[in-house]
């Protein structure tokens, strides 16, 4: 069979005689395939087996039955389908049917076998490992543990590496974890290195960190955790007075406001600093699926580290032939800056996909602004086919609570609604109490969401940009326009084709449909 599958999904919705067990159903269709080969069209006669998942009452139908195109016939017209890779219903088996994949944060949390298990089991797709914690020992100990899993028990985890970058935040604050900053307390930021903390003393990791910034000038913890006015500039350090108390977090991250405007930094810190090419070196002989680039400014740091790894893979691929798997890793811009929303098209376009870093975000937009921004970002996305991940605080109070608010279901249902692609746990899984808990949340209410937006035809409202430059390109981007007009899905094994069909998120079939599309793409061209 071909390296597509359909998968029914509505079946219980709307077929009241099949609502108990899961059964996968196969049907063979024939094709006439012209191939473009040169100058020369060549005829092939091909046969695909298209596969169902369906739901069947196991007294109503024996296993010949179920494997029988009878079964697909009989259902022909009145099944929802959504799409997913025969080697994915391999290994995934029903964990396919969702189309909003999935990414856990992998900590302390969540780091050992049998909980990597249970998460993959409950729909994590993607392991994120945040690079700016623990040692690479650590890390590797994980990918291997997914690898192992993936091996053995038949998951399909992708692995994620996630770059620390370049930006200035709290090295030290004077305290082992949270710290207040109670209002008129006077706090010296400073990039000295002391040997053990100091009261009301910060030292952040940026030399320079307080070039271009003047008296008067506001300084922001953490997006509005805590905000200081800058009194006096001593050096390179700074007095500051807190006007708004709050709290000082490990790590947190600083900005700096001037008239209500994101004062621009004076240095330049490389994209990718020693650190993450050291990881990112570790990743690629790890064999990951995804570097994901923090604090990306431009196309050009993305194109860069593209380049790196295609050489890196040409070399170890030349030195090992069996090495192959570098040359799918794929690299993800994270857009968490005010540089990477200006350029943010050339950015998309250079870009195997987009993670919006919600977090760090807040820390150089207003935290209203974050609602359209994510929701311009997905729409880019979107037009310009690349997928796209919503990050950070989606359930943000399961960190400590087994139920989420109101409000951040809500938050998920939006990013689903929306159409994006992945959505992404941070803390809730690393270092949370109820790390699967949050999982089956994302999950129950991302299906939902997805179901809501079939039973409303909502794909119908996408705009659709032609993207294909090439005619069997055009051509494919078209049928899947048509197919979105007519509310169907279509199997391939092209990838134009495929990539219409996930641009548009087409998702309902009707095998009357189905014969026909196959029979005309086959009689097309690729
Ligand atoms: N590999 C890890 N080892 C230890 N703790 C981790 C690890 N990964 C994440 N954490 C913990 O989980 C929290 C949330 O993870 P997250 O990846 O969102 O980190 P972050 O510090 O907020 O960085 P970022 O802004 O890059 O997301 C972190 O603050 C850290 O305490
Ligand atoms: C995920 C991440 O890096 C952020 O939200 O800042």
């Known amino acids: 069979?071909?390296?597509?599958?359909?998968?029914?999904?509505?079946?219980?919705?709307?077929?009241?005689?099949?609502?108990?067990?899961?059964?996968?159903?196969?049907?063979?269709?024939?094709?006439?395939?012209?191939?473009?080969?040169?100058?020369?069209?060549?005829?092939?006669?091909?046969?695909?087996?298209?596969?169902?998942?369906?739901?069947?009452?196991?007294?109503?139908m024996g296993a010949e039955e179920r494997e029988s195109t009878g079964v697909l016939k009989?259902?022909?017209?009145?099944?929802?389908?959504d799409v997913v890779s025969a080697s994915e219903l391999k290994k995934k088996g029903f964990l396919g049917l969702r189309k909003t994949k999935l990414v856990c944060t992998i900590g302390p949390a969540c780091c050992s076998l049998d909980d990597l298990e249970k998460l993959a089991l409950g729909g994590m797709n993607v392991?994120?490992?945040?690079?700016?914690?623990?040692?690479?020992?650590?890390?590797?100990?994980?990918?291997?543990?997914?690898?192992?899993?993936?091996?053995?028990?038949?998951?399909?985890?992708?692995?994620?590496i996630d770059t620390e970058g370049s930006q200035i935040n709290v090295v030290d604050h004077g305290a082992p974890s949270s710290v207040k900053a109670e209002d008129g307390s006077i706090w010296s930021f400073t990039?000295?290195?002391?040997?053990?903390?100091?009261?009301?003393?910060?030292?952040?990791?940026?030399?320079?960190?307080?070039?271009?910034?003047?008296?008067?000038?506001?300084?922001?913890?953490?997006?509005?955790?805590?905000?200081?006015?800058?009194?006096?500039?001593?050096?390179?350090?700074?007095?500051?007075?807190?006007?708004?108390?709050?709290?000082?977090?490990?790590?947190?991250?600083?900005?700096?406001?001037?008239?209500?405007?994101?004062?621009?930094?004076?240095?330049?810190p490389p994209t990718l600093s020693t650190k993450d090419w050291t990881d990112i070196k570790f990743g690629i002989s790890e064999g990951v699926d995804f570097i994901a680039m923090s604090f990306v400014k431009d196309a050009d740091a993305i194109k860069h580290?593209?380049?790196?790894?295609?050489?890196?893979s040409s070399k170890s691929d030349a030195e090992s032939p069996d090495v192959s798997i570098h040359r799918s890793i794929k690299v993800l811009a994270k857009i968490e800056s005010l540089e990477s929303l200006h350029k943010l098209e050339e950015i998309v376009i250079a870009s195997d996909g987009i993670m919006i870093a919600r977090g760090d975000l807040g820390v150089e937009i207003p935290l209203e602004q974050i609602p359209t921004v994510q929701e311009k970002i997905v729409h880019v996305c979107r037009k310009l086919n690349k997928p796209v991940i919503v990050a950070s605080q989606l359930l943000e109070s399961m960190i400590e609570y087994p139920t989420p608010t109101r409000a951040e279901?809500?938050?998920?249902?939006?990013?689903?609604?929306?159409?994006?692609?992945?959505?992404?746990?941070?803390?809730?899984s690393a270092i949370g109490s109820f790390g699967q808990k949050a999982l089956s949340v994302l999950e129950m209410t991302s299906s939902r969401m997805e179901l809501w937006s079939r039973e409303e035809n909502r794909q119908s409202v996408l705009q659709q940009h032609l993207l294909g430059v090439s005619l069997p390109d055009q051509i494919a981007e078209q049928i899947c326009n048509c197919a979105v007009e007519m509310g169907i899905f279509c199997f391939s094994q092209c990838s134009s084709l495929a990539d219409g069909a996930v641009q548009n998120k087409l998702e309902w079939?009707?095998?009357?449909?189905?014969?026909?599309?196959?029979g005309c793409i086959g009689t097309l061209c690729f």
Not at 74 to 81: D, H, I, K, N, Q
């Open 127 to 160: 392991a994120r490992l945040n690079m700016c914690h623990n040692t690479i020992e650590w890390h590797r100990n994980v990918i291997r543990k997914i690898k192992k899993l993936n091996e053995e028990k038949g998951f399909c985890v992708s692995v994620m």
């Open 305 to 312: 580290l593209k380049n790196y790894i295609s050489t890196n």
């Open 74 to 81: 009989s259902l022909e017209g009145s099944l929802g389908f």
């Open 409 to 428: 279901v809500a938050d998920v249902s939006e990013a689903v609604r929306q159409y994006a692609d992945a959505l992404m746990l941070s803390g809730e």
């Open 191 to 268: 990039t000295e290195n002391f040997e053990c903390s100091r009261p009301f003393t910060v030292q952040a990791n940026y030399e320079g960190f307080a070039e271009g910034i003047k008296v008067g000038d506001e300084l922001v913890i953490d997006g509005g955790m805590a905000t200081f006015e800058v009194i006096e500039k001593i050096g390179n350090d700074l007095l500051c007075k807190c006007t708004d108390p709050g709290l000082l977090l490990p790590r947190a991250k600083l900005s700096f406001w001037r008239d209500g405007i994101l004062v621009g930094k004076n240095y330049e």
């Open 1 to 60: 069979m071909g390296d597509s599958a359909l998968i029914c999904s509505q079946i219980i919705a709307k077929n009241p005689d099949f609502n108990s067990k899961n059964r996968v159903i196969h049907d063979a269709i024939s094709f006439r395939r012209v191939c473009f080969s040169g100058e020369k069209l060549r005829f092939r006669k091909g046969r695909v087996g298209v596969w169902a998942v369906m739901e069947a009452e196991e007294r109503e």
């Open 509 to 518: 079939v009707d095998f009357n449909t189905l014969h026909f599309l196959v």
